[in-house]
């Protein structure tokens, strides 16, 4: 049976462009610009099969995601692997932290899935940066559509010295 995104010929098509349009009042964000383009697993084929992303910060400044799970997500079929979807929620919550100017790695990511995710959904993924102490910045985040959420994490990021957002981009 031919699957979603295949061609007749058993190569992978392209499945057509997708809306990642943010709300009104949020702007573009550029993770490349911040973190460098070492971000490629989950966010680094904007056109494939796999995920598609697009980065906003939120009128409060707190990174927003719009989130395509693509035919390569698969795990029970239909529906989004749960790696998958904790992948996503490991970058989205990490470089939230990096937004928020916390030269972080996750420390601990702590997962609920709630609902099975179908296929080729445009999902958003919310993100906030709820504490920071010493080394330890907490960051919380859900994946939803509507009313319904999908996932919910709680990420423990841990900061590492001398790489502040702002070094990163003085390097450059
Ligand atoms: C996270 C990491 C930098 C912490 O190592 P470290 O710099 O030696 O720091 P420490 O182990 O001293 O931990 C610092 C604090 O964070 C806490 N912490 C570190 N990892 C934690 C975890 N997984 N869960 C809970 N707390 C953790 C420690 O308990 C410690 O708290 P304290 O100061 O109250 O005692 C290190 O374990 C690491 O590099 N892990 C791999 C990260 C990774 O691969 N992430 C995915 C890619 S981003
Ligand atoms: C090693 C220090 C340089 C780090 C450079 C940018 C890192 C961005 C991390 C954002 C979260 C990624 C999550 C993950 O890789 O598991």
Redesign the pocket.
């Known amino acids: 049976m031919k699957q979603v995104g295949e061609a007749r010929d058993g190569a992978e098509s392209l499945c057509p462009p997708i809306d990642l349009v943010g709300e009104p009042d949020w702007q573009p964000f550029d993770a490349p610009a911040l973190v460098g383009a070492s971000l490629r697993f989950v966010s680094g084929e904007p056109d494939g099969n796999r995920y598609r992303v697009r980065y906003y910060r939120d009128a409060h400044q707190q990174l927003q995601a719009r989130v395509w799970f693509g035919p390569e997500t698969e795990g029970p079929p239909g529906h989004a692997h749960g790696g998958s979807m904790a992948a996503v929620m490991d970058e989205v919550l990490?470089l939230a932290a990096w937004a928020a100017g916390h030269a972080i790695?996750?420390?601990?990511l702590n997962v609920s899935f709630r609902t099975l995710l179908p296929l080729e959904t445009v999902v958003t993924v919310e993100s906030a940066v709820v504490s920071a102490q010493?080394?330890?910045v907490l960051v919380e985040g859900r994946i939803r559509q509507g009313d319904t959420v999908y996932v919910e994490a709680q990420c423990?990021c841990?900061t590492?010295p001398d790489q502040s957002p702002a070094s990163r981009q003085d390097a450059r």
């Open positions: 990490g790695v996750v420390g601990n010493g080394r330890k423990l841990i590492l």
